[in-house]
């Protein structure tokens, strides 16, 4: 069976009640959700990927809970580093009262400027699981409306 069988036969949806019913549900969650992890995260909730808990957002005090900060968990799991650990409606809200603020005039600054090391690798960094998988559907959008582009044009 391929990768892509494989997958497909776990849900690709999280079900809040699949902690109801049973491990194997959960571990079938968690298992889509290793895959993309950005399926963790919805407009009301996170799920946390280590107990599959669900919540508003994973607090450090969650995280440290299972001997975790957010950094790592971020990295652990393939998140980009500047992802927020909580629903899109929270995170939405924050980034308003930020903006409002004036916060992000503040605190800008280029980080390869700041920090040396980062100069000496000429800014390359990890790619997160997070983007990679964002960057493929990206590029799966794009083929799709080529192809519907192209069959608009011979039909
Ligand atoms: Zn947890």
Known sequence: MSADGVLAIVPAEVGDEAGAVGLSPVLGTLAALLADPRQAITEDSIRCLICAGVFRQLTNTHLRGHGT????YKGRFGYNRGRPLMCLALARRYAERARSAG????????????????????????IALEELLTRRDARRREILSRIAAQNGQTA
């Open 103 to 126: 916060l992000a005039a503040r605190i800008r600054r280029r980080p390869i400027l700041v920090d040396p090391e980062l100069r000496k690798r000429g800014g390359a960094r990890t």
């Open 69 to 72: 900060s957010a950094s790592e």
